[in-house]
């Protein structure tokens, strides 16, 4: 399995790479994507470190610029080296190495499968993606949903790309319900700000409360997106026909791309499996 990340700015990014670290034997390799200056890497590789998965290797990818948003500024220590920068080698490696596909988890922009499919295609058809992103009914119709809307230029160029492989979306109109949100009051938060929390427990409790200091808490998109990937059942799919527009808003059409979609979940089975991934 390749994680792909925007870690740093919504706790649900260090959710689920807490739970792949902990759940996921075959979990190689963590991408950064929407890097801030090779910060959101070196709070990768911290994280792993903290869970005991040295072994993963983590390397920072496309940087478009954005610092908006970034909340963990400081928590990761100073010691905490730089990390690569060769997203296509780290993943040509991965790939003479494996036999059969691998799971990608785009829990992020599209930017880094963008950067593969233009340098090394060939890599791209060993992938068997996974990506949160895009949504048919999008709560602010005047813009696209947020991994898309971050390189629309690079959704709008992989999501035809990857037709032949089929991909899977987990769409923001199954992953935005709050029936999936992390607040002060969450069984989970209150664990984690136990005075016997371990650890990465402790930097998922500090994340959260940051970002909670600018919103209410935090929806589980990217959580959801690995338990597809991990082929968990409680996820419901189909296959739809997509097109984008100029600016990488989703529709369905006749004449688009076939994906496999996402139209429901299971909300109250996903957070019992959650809480169990920290027990």
């Known amino acids: ?66 610092s908006r948003m970034w909340v963990v500024d400081g928590l990761c220590p100073g010691e905490v080296p730089r990390q690569g920068t060769d997203v296509v080698g780290a993943v040509s490696e991965l790939c003479e190495a494996t ?5 990608w988890v785009g829990i992020g922009p599209l930017s880094n499968l963008a950067t593969l499919q233009a340098e090394r295609p060939e890599l791209v058809s060993q992938l068997a993606v996974t990506q949160m992103g895009g949504a048919i009914n999008y709560r602010d119709p ?35 319900n709050p029936a999936m949100e992390i607040t002060r009051d969450s069984p989970l938060y209150k664990r ?28 589980q998109h990217d959580a959801l997106a690995l338990a597809a990937a991990m082929l968990w059942p409680g996820v419901r799919f189909v296959r739809e026909r997509v097109a984008l527009d100029s600016i990488a808003r989703m529709t369905r ?10 139209v429901s979940a299971d909300y109250s089975a996903f957070m019992s499996w959650l809480d169990i991934a920290f027990s």
Request: aromatic content about 8%; proline content about 6%; glycine content about 6%.
């Open 1 to 66: 399995m390749i994680i792909d990340s925007d870690i740093g700015g919504d706790p649900d990014d260090t959710v689920a790479l807490v739970v792949a670290a902990r759940l996921v034997p075959e979990l190689r390799l963590v991408v950064t994507s929407d890097e801030y200056g090779g910060e959101r890497a070196r709070f990768a590789r911290y994280l792993l470190d903290l869970v005991g998965r040295t072994d993963v290797r983590v390397v920072a990818g496309s940087d478009l610029g954005n």
């Open 253 to 262: 059409s006749d004449d688009g791309t076939e994906i496999v979609m996402s």
């Open 99 to 103: 036999d059969g596909r691998i799971r």
């Open 192 to 219: 984690w700000a136990q005075p016997d929390a371990r650890p990465f427990e402790w930097v998922l409790r500090e994340h959260c409360d940051r970002w909670m200091a600018k919103y209410p808490g935090t929806m």
């Open 142 to 176: 005047s813009r696209a949903e947020h991994n898309f809307r971050v390189d629309p230029d690079a959704a709008i160029r992989m999501v035809p790309a990857l037709e032949p492989w089929l991909p899977t979306f987990v769409v923001s109109d199954v992953t935005f």
